[in-house]
């Protein structure tokens, strides 16, 4: 029997003998969710063959959540204000902290962003997560509570190179003002 299955762009085709079953399945089609994001929310609620992860951290003293607020990585499924995801981070995903990043690794976080999820939720600490370097550690530090920096701290300002002291030192000189 000649079978052929899908490979990427393209079709694999190969012989699988008589006296072998076999059989190529086909996924079914199937209807799209009414509401995407209620059945995230579901499934992060209730996964599958896991506890939730605020039931899995409940109580201990070495863990906090930190949740990205609308990650750069990735694109809301529809509408939602910066707030809203923050105050979602918070309050349904029992997030301790929320990251606020710029549009990809390495590019400035828009501190407007920033300023409205302080306003959002003035009690609950930030960090931003992009972007952070020498020439604007000080005006992100007035509004966060901490940053996560690595490309500024890379030779050439470039991921993948190894991190080079003098970036380091100017940076933490540029905070300390």
Do not use: W
Not at 16 to 35: F, I, T
Not at 107 to 132: E, F, N, Q, Y
Not at 163 to 169: F, N, Y
Request: hydrophobic share 45%; glycine share 10%.
């Amino acid at each position: 029997m000649h079978i052929t299955i899908p490979y990427g762009d393209e079709t694999i085709g190969f012989e699988v003998p008589a006296e072998c079953p076999a059989a190529v399945l086909a996924p079914r089609p199937v209807q799209g969710a009414a509401d995407p994001r209620g059945e995230i929310r579901r499934a992060l609620d209730a996964p599958i063959g896991a506890r939730p992860l605020r039931e899995a951290v409940r109580g201990a003293r070495s863990v906090a959540i930190l949740a990205d607020v609308l990650v750069k990585h990735a694109v809301p499924l529809g509408p939602l204000t910066i707030e809203d995801a923050a105050r979602d981070a918070v309050e349904r995903r029992y997030a301790d902290a929320l990251i606020v990043t710029g549009v990809g690794t390495g590019h400035a976080t828009d501190l407007a962003d920033v300023r409205r999820v302080r306003a959002a939720l003035p009690d609950t600490p930030i960090l931003v997560g992009s972007g952070v370097d020498e020439h604007n550690v000080r005006d992100t530090f007035a509004l966060a509570d901490g940053a996560i920096i690595g490309t500024a701290f890379k030779q050439g300002g470039k991921t993948t190179n190894p991190v080079e002291l003098a970036r380091v030192r100017r940076l933490v000189a540029a905070a300390k003002g």
